[in-house]
């Protein structure tokens, strides 16, 4: 699975999500990465681009509950990451990781699966290529 | 304004000695040039949503990663691809599953999004949908077949075969596992 996430000079937020899906699925199978809020999901101040065992993903709406987590409870970006990422997703049984991004400009890449291969470019300019670090 | 942009390439369990130097080096290079293409995007002032489909492009278009070209096999030894795409600020999504003849389906997506009333299409539906779209480039599906996921689909289907012989020889039937 491939995605990304953008935030442009306007302040808007887009993202995107692509896959094979999972090796030797079963014809018909469709996972999290085309279902709107499972793996993608932007509004105005929140984007996300999922990555992982796609049916945990659908039944936690795991996209949009990050982004929910942001917009209702004021959490941070980060923070509302890790917690669906890295516990109620591993909770259930499922794994995988997630890119966001929010309308600052901040970036959250959690994954409990060993490795994401990932990259960035922040506000600032600094960037990186990262794959198990 | 400020920009900012993230991507990635699939998580998963591959371990840091399990990539060659020069797999790791592609790798990165290929997550670097498709940083660069968002990234071109931004700073000439463009959407996020051209900056975002300009990012998956560059990662469909490597048989290294599961998109695209080089996705994974489904069961049956064919490719069934999703994707889907979304403008945070209006609201409007795309989104297609299961498509087998379209180049990029992260295209396909935004032009579900854009000249249609739909937010999803899937499979044949989907494929109609591409026979009305300009610039909608089609392959057969064997092209998106790399050696690496056939090895990959073997294994997983080897695999497979031992965990169903292991539950005839008397499992305690609760295996937890997946079989797609």
């Not at chain 1, 499972?38 to 039944?59: F, H, K, N």
């Amino acid at each position: 699975t491939v995605g990304a996430v953008a935030l442009d000079k306007a302040g808007h937020i887009a993202a995107g999500t692509s896959t094979g899906g999972m090796t030797n699925k079963r014809w018909g199978r469709v996972g999290d990465s085309p279902i709107i809020g499972a793996g993608t999901w932007a509004d105005d101040r929140c984007g996300v681009s999922g990555t992982g065992w796609g049916e945990y993903y659908i039944r936690t709406n795991a996209a949009r509950d990050i982004c929910a987590r942001v917009e209702y409870r004021g959490d941070s970006l980060q923070a509302a990451a890790d917690e669906v990422i890295n516990r109620i997703i591993p909770a259930m049984g499922g794994d995988g990781g997630a890119i966001a991004l929010d309308r600052d400009g901040n970036i959250a890449m959690p994954f409990n699966s060993g490795s994401m291969f990932r990259a960035w470019i922040r506000p600032d300019g600094s960037s990186g290529v990262a794959i198990h670090e | 304004g400020r920009t900012a942009l993230v991507i990635h390439g699939g998580a998963g369990f591959v371990p840091k000695e399990s990539l060659s130097a020069a797999d790791e080096k592609e790798y990165r290079a290929t997550l670097r040039l498709a940083l660069d293409a968002g990234n071109a995007v931004l700073q000439r002032g463009g959407p996020a949503i051209d900056a975002v489909e300009a990012s998956i492009r560059v990662l469909e278009e490597s048989p290294r990663f599961n998109a695209g070209k080089g996705a994974v096999f489904n069961a049956k030894g064919g490719h069934e691809l999703d994707a889907a795409i979304m403008e945070g600020h209006t609201l409007r999504a795309g989104a297609v599953a299961g498509v087998t003849t379209v180049r990029s389906p992260i295209k396909l997506a935004r032009a579900v999004m854009e000249h249609s009333p739909h937010v999803m299409l899937a499979g044949p539906g989907a494929e109609a949908f591409a026979d009305t779209q300009k610039d909608i480039e089609r392959v057969p599906n064997s092209w998106f077949d790399t050696p690496m996921r056939r090895r990959q689909l073997e294994e997983a289907q080897r695999k497979e075969a031992e965990q169903k012989a292991a539950v005839i020889e008397g499992d305690d039937g609760n295996v937890r596992r997946y079989l797609g």
